[in-house]
């Protein structure tokens, strides 16, 4: 999945963008909790459908 792409779904599940790190850039849920995002232009299928799955859950406790 393209990175463009999955930041849109997880803005739209309340995620937002918290600071830059190293290697990956930090995020974070709508409950403050705190996720790293890999800078690769394309995001492995997997990965991206678990980043979702965890955004929506996170949204719903």
Do not use: T, V
Request: glycine share 4%.
């Amino acid at each position: 999945m393209k990175r463009l792409l999955l930041e849109q779904k997880l803005r739209a599940l309340g995620c937002s963008f918290h600071r830059c790190g190293g290697n990956h850039d930090i995020w974070s849920y709508e409950n403050e909790r705190k996720f790293p995002f890999a800078r690769h232009s394309d995001i492995d299928e997997r990965l991206a459908k678990s980043m979702i799955a965890k955004a929506r859950q996170n949204r719903e406790n």
